[in-house]
């Protein structure tokens, strides 16, 4: 089981920008997927990006496209979100999230339960 520790989270006003970190440590990512959730009070944890570790592919829910960036450190065993033009509705508790069985990122918007390890999540708060 891979251990995940977010950081990079706080309060900004809209159209500033954040890159939150998530840090792998006990395994690496060498295959399989990683991803960013996010979440907010009485709402299910809503799917945001993700990246195919190997493959570097992305998919981002429709919210977020043109502002957020997925990627990913291999030396570093850590995965990024760069979050440009926020908006008071991408206030939330942000989670990164990895398994190696996710072996595609394509087409659709991945599940809470499609990953296995999960960080302990990073608030992030845009004011209008």
């Known amino acids: 089981q891979v251990q995940l520790v977010e950081s990079g989270g706080g309060l900004v006003q809209a159209g500033d920008s954040l890159r939150l970190s998530c840090a792998a440590s006990?395994?690496?990512?060498?295959?399989?997927?990683v991803a960013w959730f996010r979440q907010t009070p009485g709402k299910e944890r809503e799917f945001v990006a993700a990246?195919?570790?190997?493959?570097?592919?992305?998919y981002y829910t429709d919210s977020v496209k043109g502002r957020f960036t997925i990627s990913g450190d291999n030396a570093k065993n850590t995965m990024y979100l760069q979050m440009n033009d926020l908006k008071p509705e991408d206030t939330a508790i942000y989670y990164c999230?990895?398994?190696?069985?996710?072996?595609?990122?394509?087409?659709?918007?991945?599940?809470?339960?499609?990953?296995?390890?999960w960080g302990q999540g990073t608030q992030v708060t845009v004011s209008s």
């Open positions: 999230a990895a398994d190696p069985l996710v072996l595609s990122v394509a087409g659709r918007d991945l599940k809470e339960g499609d990953f296995g390890s």
């Open positions: 006990g395994r690496t990512f060498r295959r399989g997927a």
């Open positions: 990246l195919n570790w190997s493959g570097g592919n992305t």
